[in-house]
């Protein structure tokens, strides 16, 4: 079946502008997460959705980062009034409650 | 706080020379610890999860074995595909996110 699908593959953006993120979980998997990766690192916990539970938001770096999810649909993460150390590959995991994570490809952010 | 470390950072293999990636881990009560595979401009690819110590699993050329502090990932007589970053996470008990090492970074020369 299809796996998890995030868009865009790659986002160029000015300092200061707002970018959103876009995430699809394989179908029937009850949780969605992101992380970011900035390079050379590990990947950080950003945000936890659970079903209709309110969301685990407490890996967001600041309150210029914020993510939505609709029922057990698309995410959609937002940042806002992005800097140069916003950039990053930002992933998308989904998972059947709290089994394997599955991961998609990554939005890589470039903020110039 | 969870923490995984791993090492080497790289590692670069002639093929068919095996070796291991270790993956050392705090966490307070371990749900399970994941290996996953990342290829360059690609996400996260899951290979194992391993959830006692003693348990091991196996998957071509993979075989990952857990202790209660480490894990290893073997490879035996690696090829050129299996240059690629894995990567470490365990998973907390009571808890869904997963903590990551950095990586390691596996070159397999033909």
């Known amino acids: 079946g299809a796996g998890v699908s995030q868009s865009p593959s790659n986002k160029v953006t000015e300092k200061g502008k707002d970018v959103e993120l876009r995430c699809d979980p394989i179908s029937g998997h009850t949780a969605l997460y992101w992380y970011r990766q900035r390079l050379g690192q590990g990947l950080e916990f950003l945000i936890y959705?659970?079903?209709?539970?309110?969301?685990?938001k407490s890996g967001l770096p600041s309150d210029r980062f914020s993510a939505e999810r609709t029922g057990e649909s698309v995410s959609t993460l937002t940042i806002q009034r992005t800097q140069q150390e916003d950039s990053a590959v930002y992933l998308c995991?989904?998972?059947?409650?709290?089994?394997?994570?599955?991961f998609g490809p990554g939005t890589r952010l470039t903020v110039l | 706080e969870d923490q995984v470390t791993q090492s080497p950072e790289a590692l670069r293999l002639q093929e068919g020379e095996s070796s291991s990636l270790n993956c050392s881990y705090t966490v307070s009560g371990l749900r399970g610890l994941f290996w996953y595979r990342q290829d360059p401009g690609k996400g996260p690819e899951f290979l194992f999860t391993l959830y006692s110590a003693g348990e091991e699993k196996e998957k071509e050329r993979l075989k990952a074995t857990l202790t209660k502090k480490e894990s290893f990932l073997h490879i035996t007589a690696p090829k050129p595909e299996d240059s690629a970053t894995y990567l470490c996470?365990?998973?907390?008990?009571?808890?869904?996110?997963?903590?990551f090492g950095a990586g390691t970074t596996v070159t397999v020369r033909a």
């Open positions: 995991a989904s998972s059947h409650g709290t089994n394997t994570q599955y």
């Open positions: 959705f659970q079903g209709n539970s309110a969301p685990d």
């Open positions: 996470a365990v998973q907390a008990l009571n808890d869904y996110k997963l903590s």
